[in-house]
């Protein structure tokens, strides 16, 4: 019999892995954004959903369990499409000479948003402003308070797809 519970923190943990191998303490902020659900409005952001929602199969081969999958179910979280898109940036701007620079790329998109990794009280409160500000596009035009802040801004970022603002912070930033 397969405990249900034993793979989705087995999957958590793999998660955290992969942004957060230096055992910090980190893990209450990551297992925060697990808890929160991706959602998206604009055309083709459901790319970024479903690069998420890939994490949980790629999860089922690496355990060489594919039945695995069945039990990772429900909407997309936060920290799947994070680590998703880390890993997009992470395979466009990729040098050999640094190798795998994953966890940069994911936490250098907590930081562009601003996100406390205290979750008590005013902490829990500003981030759960931020993910909502994020989710609604409420930041500035030029990004700022989103994920690809910019400091020129190429129209609206908050009409822009997520992976076309990816793309100007890349450029902007001299990647």
């Not at 958590?12 to 998206?40: M, T």
């Amino acid at each position: 019999m397969v405990n249900q519970m034993a793979i989705r923190k087995s999957y958590f943990y793999w998660l955290k892995n992969l942004v957060d191998h230096k055992g910090s303490d980190r893990e209450d902020l990551i297992s925060w954004l697990h808890e929160k659900n991706f959602r998206w409005f604009l055309p083709n952001d459901d790319n970024r959903e479903k690069d998420g929602i890939d994490l949980r199969e790629e999860f089922s081969r690496m355990s060489n369990r594919r039945e695995f999958n069945q039990y990772l179910n429900g909407p997309c979280t936060m920290l799947e499409m994070l680590i998703a898109l880390a890993k997009r940036l992470n395979y466009t701007l990729y040098d050999p000479l640094y190798g795998d620079e994953l966890d940069r790329w994911f936490w250098s998109m907590v930081e562009n948003l601003g996100l406390s990794f205290d979750l008590r009280g005013e902490g829990l409160r500003k981030n759960e402003m931020i993910l909502d500000r994020l989710l609604d596009r409420t930041y500035l035009y030029n990004g700022r308070g989103g994920l690809f802040p910019l400091m020129s801004s190429r129209g609206d970022q908050r009409t822009v797809e997520i992976w076309y603002q990816m793309q100007y912070w890349i450029k902007e930033n001299g990647f």
